[in-house]
């Protein structure tokens, strides 16, 4: 079942993202060389206490942390401590969410740490952040999910390969529905699987997490001993970033961007709709 939301319910999606915004925005100030992944953790549950706002992972399923840290080789999912010592040269994904008046925010930024980043890695966070936008601009009034998917799929495979040879589009992990849960229908790939036909046809009131995963190597993906840290099984980098969309009878709007995704979309000759909290 696939939740269609209200205006006022997106309004208040909205205000839950732009919650989810400002804990990106702290926590990349914050990741430095030297900070553990527990201090932007710290650094995140602070915005949410100073927003009244609360935090939709910690507990889920038994997650500890206010975010997720996945560092370099770590897909998703992994758990903030204190062993975790950033330094110059890492990339880290952090993902964050928010829950203001039971509706709910996430999205994900890969974060360079200090200097001396290889070309390859700078490319694969442009490539993995781009197919994002892509994915979004393809959530409109009459495609269907698979359009997304396909728009992913397709900006990726366009791109020059890296040095390792190919990108890999992580196959366990995807896009999701979002609202008054967290993960809810209906499940998005980053790229097109024909066994799953071309599911629903996207109408004014769904709300979507739009969120690629990419490694410059395997698309596969192991989980460790935790239960949480996803890496990829050849030990590539990998980068994640994630919007939650509503689409409205106006059109898009990127509830976790700042802007509402006006400027991205642009790009793409897409215009956003209103922002319900201006």
């Known amino acids: 079942m696939v939740e269609i939301k209200t205006p006022e319910q997106i309004a208040k999606m909205r ?8 804990m990106h925005a702290a926590c990349r100030k914050a990741a430095v060389p030297g900070a553990t992944t527990k201090d932007l953790d710290e650094v995140a549950a602070k915005v949410l206490a ?3 706002a609360k935090p939709n992972f910690l507990g889920y399923g038994g997650f500890p942390g206010n975010i997720c840290t996945s560092v370099n080789d770590v897909v998703v999912h992994g758990i903030p401590d204190r062993e975790t010592v950033l330094e ?27 200097e001396g980043h290889a070309p390859e890695v700078h490319e694969l966070s442009r ?21 997304i998917s396909k728009a992913i799929e397709g900006y990726i495979r366009r791109q020059p390969r890296p040095a390792s040879g190919r990108y890999g589009i992580i196959e366990d992990y995807g896009g999701h529905g979002i609202g008054s849960q967290m993960h809810m229908d209906p499940h998005l790939l980053n790229y ?13 009131g769904m709300c979507l997490a739009i969120e690629p995963m990419v490694s410059l190597g395997t698309a596969k993906t192991h989980v460790l001993e935790d239960e949480w840290t996803v890496k990829t099984n050849d030990g590539t980098w990998s980068c994640h970033w994630e ?19 006006r400027a991205k979309l642009a790009e793409y000759g897409v215009t956003t709709a209103p922002d319900p909290l201006d």
């Open 15 to 22: 205000a839950a993202g732009l919650v989810v915004a400002a």
């Open 50 to 52: 100073d927003h009244g």
């Open 88 to 114: 110059s040269g890492d990339i880290i994904s952090i993902d964050a969410g928010a829950i203001v008046d039971g509706w709910h925010g996430d999205a994900a930024i890969t974060v360079f740490v200090g």
């Open 127 to 147: 490539v993995t952040e781009e197919s994002m936008w892509a994915g979004i601009a393809a959530m409109r009034k009459g495609n269907r999910l698979v359009d």
């Open 192 to 204: 097109v699987d024909r066994r799953r036909g071309r599911g629903p046809k996207l109408v004014p």
């Open 243 to 261: 919007h939650s969309v509503a689409l409205t009878e106006q059109g898009p709007l990127v509830l976790t961007a700042p802007d509402g995704g």
